[in-house]
């Protein structure tokens, strides 16, 4: 699994003034070969390189490896968009690769390329920024970062192997509970919506003002929200991957395409921030799970919140009000939330136990209950 680490560096007052002069002096190259670029309408790396390798060298002051990498930059910048000429900040991070940045691990230092030459410096991390750069491979950024200087080395790291597992957690994402699992444990998005809830008055007032200074705040407030939606998706996803982790369970979650569908049916106009959302804790679940041993399945969620988990009879009138469940059936009853979570972790078990498909699953899936009063 591919990690990025993050190492902050000490350079001395004069490798200071070489790294910021080093950054000034890759990105106005950068833009200089993306102005070439724009001006020929050629974008591949290396019709770039083609057109601007010498100029760069010889005007910016580059190292081969250096204007390689610049030239890689801008190639890449114009395969997100080539709609606008792109163009980078003076102080934007750039790539280093192994010919041009070279970590010494045992003495805590690097040796780095920059347009004053060589530099040896440094460098300063915790234990587990430090455990990770023991799997260093590939690209690291250099980036300045209010007043700092950083490496942002990738590192590959072996998966940890899959714990086989014994049941599964199913877990329903909503709305109201940003999660609920098969336990029936939910996970509150209480301040969540309390923030977005203050948040839409406002909002409504900025869309009526309808001002450019209006337009910037509601984009501000949008970020805001996202940066708190993606906190107490880390939160709750950490939980979840550990209480799994804890109790040799896999993790069954809804596809995410299924997730898609689904907000957009009930509620299209919140569709976009939830289902950023659903698909950010989708991947944070995801994630996290895989570095505790996990084993995450994605699963069908079609009926999932009509379906009896214990006598499989299918009916939307088995749904008669948003939070409860109770089957038409056999009578069972529960929270609707926490029979979604039940009717995902059977299916998830279905898709890690092969063998075992169909009502055997049922029967043997510890985690279904048998009861109705349950
Ligand atoms: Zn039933």
């Given at each position: 699994m591919?990690?990025?680490?993050k190492?902050?560096?000490?350079?001395?007052?004069?490798?200071?003034?070489?790294l910021m002069e080093?950054?000034?002096?890759?990105?106005?190259?950068c833009n200089a070969?993306?102005?070439?670029a724009?001006?020929?309408?050629?974008f591949?790396?290396?019709k770039?390189?083609?057109?601007?390798?010498?100029d760069?060298?010889?005007?910016?002051?580059l190292?081969?490896q250096a204007a390689?990498?610049?030239?890689?930059k801008?190639?890449?910048?114009?395969?997100?968009?080539?709609k606008?000429v792109r163009?980078?900040?003076?102080?934007?991070s750039i790539a280093?690769?192994?010919?041009?940045?070279r970590?010494?691990?045992?003495k805590?230092t690097?040796?780095i390329w920059s347009v004053e030459?060589?530099?040896?410096i440094?460098?300063?991390?915790g234990?587990y920024?430090?455990?990770l750069?023991?799997?260093?491979?590939?690209?690291s950024d250099?980036?300045?970062?209010?007043?700092?200087f950083y490496l942002l080395?990738?590192?590959?790291?072996?998966?940890?192997?899959?714990?086989?597992?014994?049941?599964?957690?199913?877990?329903?994402?909503?709305i109201?509970?940003?999660?609920?699992?098969?336990?029936?444990?939910?996970y509150?998005?209480?301040?969540?919506n309390s923030?977005?809830?203050r948040?839409r008055?406002?909002r409504r007032?900025l869309?009526?003002?309808?001002?450019?200074g209006a337009?910037r705040r509601?984009k501000?407030?949008?970020?805001?929200?996202?940066r708190?939606?993606?906190?107490?998706?880390?939160?709750?996803?950490k939980?979840?991957?550990?209480k799994?982790?804890?109790?040799h369970?896999?993790?069954?979650l809804?596809?995410?395409?299924g997730?898609?569908?689904?907000v957009?049916?009930r509620?299209p106009?919140?569709s976009t921030?939830?289902?950023?959302?659903?698909?950010?804790?989708?991947?944070?679940?995801?994630?996290?799970?895989?570095?505790a041993?996990?084993?995450?399945?994605?699963?069908d969620?079609?009926n999932s919140?009509r379906?009896?988990?214990?006598?499989?009879?299918?009916?939307?009138?088995?749904?008669?009000?948003?939070?409860?469940?109770q089957?038409?059936v056999?009578?069972?009853?529960d929270?609707?939330?926490?029979?979604?979570?039940l009717?995902?972790?059977?299916r998830g078990?279905a898709?890690v136990?092969?063998?075992?498909?169909g009502?055997?699953?049922r029967?043997?899936?510890g985690s279904?209950?048998?009861s109705?009063?349950l």
């Amino acid at each position: 699994m591919k990690l990025t680490a993050k190492i902050k560096l000490q350079p001395s007052p004069q490798q200071r003034v070489a790294l910021m002069e080093t950054l000034q002096r890759v990105n106005a190259a950068c833009n200089a070969a993306s102005e070439w670029a724009w001006a020929n309408k050629t974008f591949g790396q290396y019709k770039i390189h083609h057109g601007v390798y010498y100029d760069l060298k010889e005007r910016f002051g580059l190292s081969a490896q250096a204007a390689v990498r610049a030239v890689a930059k801008v190639a890449d910048a114009y395969k997100l968009d080539k709609k606008t000429v792109r163009t980078f900040r003076p102080l934007g991070s750039i790539a280093y690769d192994n010919r041009i940045l070279r970590f010494n691990l045992t003495k805590g230092t690097v040796s780095i390329w920059s347009v004053e030459g060589r530099l040896t410096i440094p460098f300063v991390c915790g234990e587990y920024q430090g455990n990770l750069l023991a799997y260093q491979k590939g690209e690291s950024d250099l980036a300045y970062i209010k007043g700092e200087f950083y490496l942002l080395p990738t590192c590959d790291l072996p998966d940890a192997p899959l714990a086989k597992p014994v049941g599964v957690i199913g877990v329903d994402l909503g709305i109201v509970n940003i999660a609920t699992d098969s336990d029936g444990e939910r996970y509150s998005g209480k301040r969540l919506n309390s923030v977005r809830h203050r948040h839409r008055r406002l909002r409504r007032k900025l869309q009526r003002k309808g001002t450019k200074g209006a337009k910037r705040r509601l984009k501000k407030l949008g970020q805001k929200e996202r940066r708190f939606a993606g906190h107490v998706n880390h939160t709750i996803s950490k939980r979840i991957a550990e209480k799994a982790q804890r109790t040799h369970r896999a993790v069954a979650l809804e596809d995410l395409q299924g997730i898609r569908q689904r907000v957009r049916v009930r509620r299209p106009q919140r569709s976009t921030l939830h289902s950023w959302a659903f698909h950010d804790f989708g991947r944070k679940l995801a994630y996290k799970a895989q570095r505790a041993g996990v084993r995450v399945v994605f699963v069908d969620p079609r009926n999932s919140s009509r379906e009896c988990p214990r006598c499989g009879h299918t009916e939307r009138a088995n749904r008669p009000t948003q939070s409860t469940f109770q089957c038409r059936v056999c009578g069972f009853a529960d929270h609707a939330d926490k029979v979604a979570a039940l009717n995902l972790s059977v299916r998830g078990w279905a898709a890690v136990s092969q063998p075992y498909l169909g009502e055997a699953n049922r029967a043997m899936h510890g985690s279904v209950p048998e009861s109705p009063l349950l």
